[in-house]
């Protein structure tokens, strides 16, 4: 059988992914669609140890203290293990995987860590190697980017319970402003490498709401799939 669809929602903490990819989940169980919802990274599983470790600043509580390539490998392992317990015969049956974050996310928040753009293209040709091909995980074919300003982010995330510590403390990449910053700043490079669709979670200086958000993302994947 044809191989399914990975439909992947991407952006900054507090941009809406979680909702976001929840109501797409939705939508396609009402087309009655065959689809998965997953997450990353996995908190509650093994695969997610370093991880773990890593935003809770046991490594150190600057993002940068751990370089491009070794924080890339934490989450990339809990990515493949994720494919293999949990979707990997349901996709190739052609079943849709709806990502909240995934590989996409360590193009964002690790090659933010690298200022020389020819340095960062051979990170992002590395990753590409170590997940899709080296690992076998499905590239996707959809990556919804929610361009939600950093000041918009803060304000939905400033009394959110952090998945890392339990509380509202942040993680190492929520704390870090010139981390958040440099993320945000290669977006514009990623949407156009890997031809992501980007999504205005604004209008001028006011947050979107969240079913008008909806509706455009629904509405741009039928046009691209035609009838589902």
């Not at 809770?56 to 600057?62: K, L, S, V």
């Not at 990623?190 to 979107?208: H, N, Q, S």
């Amino acid at each position: 059988m044809a191989k399914g669809k990975m439909i992947v929602f991407e952006g900054l903490d507090g941009s809406g992914k979680q909702t976001q990819s929840e109501l797409f989940y939705q939508k396609l169980i009402g087309m009655n669609k065959k689809v998965m919802k997953i997450s990353y990274p996995r908190y509650d599983n093994a695969s997610s140890s370093l991880v773990k470790m890593y935003l809770a600043g046991e490594f150190g509580t600057d993002p940068a203290a751990v370089n491009a390539y070794a924080a890339s490998t934490f989450f990339a392992v809990d990515r493949y293990a994720s494919y293999k317990q949990d979707y990997e015969k349901f996709y190739k049956d052609g079943g849709f995987i709806i990502a909240d974050r995934y590989t996409t996310s360590n193009m964002l928040h690790q090659g933010s860590k690298i200022d020389d753009s020819t340095e960062r293209g051979k990170f992002l040709e590395w990753l590409w190697q170590l997940e899709f091909v080296l690992y076998g995980l499905p590239v996707p074919d959809y990556v919804f980017f929610l361009d939600m300003s950093l000041k918009g982010t803060k304000k939905l995330t400033n009394k959110r319970v952090n998945k890392i510590t339990g509380g509202e403390k942040k993680d190492i990449h929520e704390a870090s402003e010139n981390h958040l910053t440099r993320a945000y700043e290669i977006a514009d490079e990623l949407i156009e490498r890997y031809g992501w669709i980007r999504i205005a979670c604004m209008r001028e200086k006011t947050i979107r709401d969240i079913e008008d958000i909806g509706r455009e993302l629904m509405e741009i994947f039928i046009e691209k799939e035609g009838k589902i």
